[in-house]
Nanobody
């Protein structure tokens, strides 16, 4: 079973930075993509950033130029460097992976438990 462990959330003042980490453990045959989503109170979960196995990155327009997604493939870990944070970035941030556990497994999507990011004004 693949498990995702997130870390790095917390409280920061506007203009500050945080770095989120998400480590995937367990049997992973192929990691197709890793991503970060977020969900603010009363809002739908939305994609923040995604990186494919060929290192193609996708960002939400609202975070372009401020957030950077990266991976350590050897550790099956994805990072989200968040700079120039704004109060509207306050949300629970979720790690998401798209992977196959074994060669014969079906491709599946997995979610982490989430980590709270709070940006004060």
């Amino acid at each position: 079973q693949v498990q995702l462990v997130e870390s790095g959330g917390g409280l920061v003042q506007a203009g500050g930075s945080l770095r989120l980490s998400c480590a995937a453990s367990g049997s992973i045959f192929t990691m197709y993509a890793m991503a970060w989503y977020r969900q603010a109170p009363g809002k739908q979960r939305e994609l923040v950033a995604r990186i494919s196995d060929s290192s193609i990155t996708t960002y939400a327009d609202s975070v372009k130029g401020r957030f950077t997604i990266s991976t350590d493939d050897a550790k099956n870990t994805v990072y989200l460097q968040m700079n120039s944070l704004k109060p509207e970035n306050t949300a629970v941030y979720y790690c998401n992976t798209d992977q196959k556990a074994r060669a014969w497994s079906t491709r599946s999507s997995l979610w982490g438990p989430g980590t709270q990011v709070t940006v004060s004004s």
